[in-house]
Antibody, heavy 118, light 107 residues
Framework: QLQLQESGPGLVKPSETLSLTCTVSGGSIRNPSYFWGWIRQPPGKGLQWIGRIHHSGSTFYSASLNSRLTISVDTSKSQFSLNLRSVTAADTALYFC??????????WGQGTLVRVSS | SFELTQPPSVSVSPGQTARITCSADVLLNQYAHWYQQKPGQAPVLVINKDSERPSGIPERVSGSSSGTTVTLTISGVHAEDEADYYCHSSDSNGTWVFGGGTKLTVL
């Protein structure tokens, strides 16, 4: 059973970069069948898709975040990462990493709360 | 891109059938998926590719799709089914879209 765990700072200052890492266990991040990605949930609100990356290296990003966003994979560490630049208070949310192989997001991390504040 | 619209809330009594709809403003040509999220927990995929149940999801949970509307049906609702439910689909460019979510209340 694939397991995912997010890590990163819980507080980021406005205009800085939000960086999160998701560590994968119970399966190989090198498996070409899987894709890896991020979804966030502002407090009290619904799910917002951020983006995902496939084994081929192809990335798919939310149009609203595309200009500030990078998702990458480090196979040597069994991790994938999110970098969101120039954050504002609107980026405050619970950030989930996820994975899937055929359709929807089948595996999720427990989520990590990131607050943007000075 | 496109939008997925869900009713904000659905209420049913235990043992009844709950139907949660998800309407798109364009014809869906990609699969739809459904997630259940309980307070303080990560979402769980309960229906994949319109109607497939992942391992561990009970048979009383089902999904269907017709044109611009997909429907999640929970038969014989239990108290434990009370949760937020989200639909999700994608466009031809691979962009994912989520519905706004439906709070299912078991009376």
């Amino acid at each position: 059973q694939l397991q995912l765990q997010e890590s990163g700072p819980g507080l980021v200052k406005p205009s800085e970069t939000l960086s999160l890492t998701c560590t994968v266990s119970g399966g190989s991040i090198r498996n070409p069948s899987y894709f890896w990605g991020w979804i966030r949930q502002p407090p009290g609100k619904g799910l917002q898709w951020i983006g995902r990356i496939h084994h081929s290296g192809s990335t798919f990003y939310s149009a609203s975040l595309n200009s500030r966003l990078t998702i990458s994979v480090d196979t040597s560490k069994s991790q994938f990462s999110l970098n969101l630049r120039s954050v504002t208070a609107a980026d405050t949310a619970l950030y989930f990493c996820f994975s899937g192989f055929d359709g929807g997001a089948a595996y999720w991390g427990q989520g990590t709360l990131v607050r943007v504040s000075s | 891109s496109f939008e997925l619209t869900q009713p904000p809330s659905v209420s049913v009594s235990p043992g009844q059938t709950a139907r949660i709809t998800c309407s798109a403003d364009v014809l869906l040509n990609q699969y739809a998926h459904w997630y259940q999220q309980k307070p303080g927990q990560a979402p769980v995929l309960v229906i994949n590719k319109d109607s497939e149940r992942p391992s561990g999801i009970p048979e009383r949970v089902s999904g269907s799709s017709s044109g611009t509307t997909v429907t999640l049906t929970i038969s014989g609702v239990h108290a434990e089914d009370e949760a937020d439910y989200y639909c999700h689909s994608s466009d031809s460019n691979g962009t994912w879209v989520f519905g706004g979510g439906t709070k299912l209340t078991v009376l």
